[in-house]
């Protein structure tokens, strides 16, 4: 299975990320299976954004979750984060993850840098 994002690099407070995870090796219905979201700011951990299963259920971090939307297109294999911003806290580099038992592979990640 392998990962790869792409999306805005660039975005403004007040203005949204848009991310799209697209998947090859496997599809993103597989059972079992949930499609993540986690970012690490500079000098920080990991952090878990938010998650698709198999079914199209969503799950989002409790501290993100007014600001965060999760979709899918399963006709291209691909899921996507829309995540809204109202500070530069959220300057990152994005993962795509998959998840089962624990988050693998990653995708190669994408910076997102927050600023006016």
């Known amino acids: 299975v392998q990962l790869l994002e792409s999306g805005s690099g660039l975005v403004k407070p007040s203005e949204s990320l848009f991310l799209t995870c697209s998947v090859s090796?496997?599809?993103?219905?597989?059972?079992?299976?949930?499609r993540g979201w986690i970012r690490q700011s500079p000098g920080k951990e990991p952090e878990w954004v938010g998650a698709?299963?198999?079914?199209?259920?969503?799950y989002y971090n409790p501290t993100l979750e007014s600001r965060t939307s999760n979709s899918r297109d399963t006709s291209k294999n691909q899921y996507t984060l829309q995540l809204s911003f109202d500070a530069p806290s959220g300057t990152a580099v994005y993962y795509c993850a998959r998840g089962s038992q624990g988050w693998s592979p990653w995708g190669q990640g994408t910076q997102v840098t927050v600023s006016s």
């Open positions: 698709i299963d198999a079914s199209g259920t969503t």
């Open positions: 090796g496997g599809p993103i219905t597989t059972n079992s299976v949930v």
